[in-house]
């Protein structure tokens, strides 16, 4: 699928200057690409979102600013990047003040050698399917935390519409009724099954 579609110009900011969970049902098809100071970049199509808004007591942002979540809360289009349980970072763009949209997974197309070696695997289905997955796939850490989409180190853009399933988000254990998590129906490249 890496060469069966042009490269479109980023979304504008105001793309992302919306509730969050319009924008992670919108975000589910775009093209996610990071690049590294050496100008390699990896990339792929957004299979899997879930969205947090500020009155969500499930959202880091739920108790107001902190350190850790103070890029929540600053410009929409911008990454908010956080260490989940000390262990994986997670990517994050920010919507409306106080309101995320979590990159949960996506599907491989381009610098799948990059994204391998630094997930010591090569099965497709593998390399990105998970929040934590996707960030280590590339290269994401508390560097890109503040930092805009749309540059030549960071950048989401149109690329499919897909069918969208919607379910509960994953992981968390408040507000666990809401149906934020947004998928690309019938894609291989999920972190999790969507409910029947």
Request: aromatic residues 10%.
């Amino acid at each position: 699928m890496a060469d069966s579609f042009p490269i479109q110009p980023d979304f504008p900011v105001d793309f992302f200057a919306r509730p969050a969970p319009d924008v992670a049902r919108d975000l589910v098809g775009a093209r996610l690409a990071i690049a590294k100071a050496d100008g390699r970049q990896s990339a792929g199509l957004i299979t899997e979102t879930e969205a947090y808004r500020r009155d969500d007591p499930a959202s880091h942002s739920f108790r107001g600013p902190t350190p850790r979540n103070g890029a929540m809360f600053g410009p929409a289009g911008r990454a908010y990047v956080y260490l989940c349980y000390g262990i994986h970072w997670c990517l994050n763009v920010v919507c409306l003040p106080g309101e995320a949209v979590l990159l949960r997974a996506m599907e491989p197309v381009d610098g799948m050698d990059l994204m391998a070696a630094r997930r010591g695997l090569t099965s497709p289905g593998l390399l990105a399917t998970g929040p934590g997955r996707l960030a280590q796939a590339l290269a994401v850490d508390r560097s890109h935390d503040g930092q805009p989409f749309g540059t030549a180190h960071m950048s989401l853009s149109p690329a499919f519409s897909p069918e969208i399933i919607t379910g509960p988000r994953i992981g968390i254990r408040r507000a666990i009724d809401l149906p934020w998590r947004f998928g690309w129906a019938g894609s291989a490249f999920l972190s999790r099954p969507f409910p029947q």
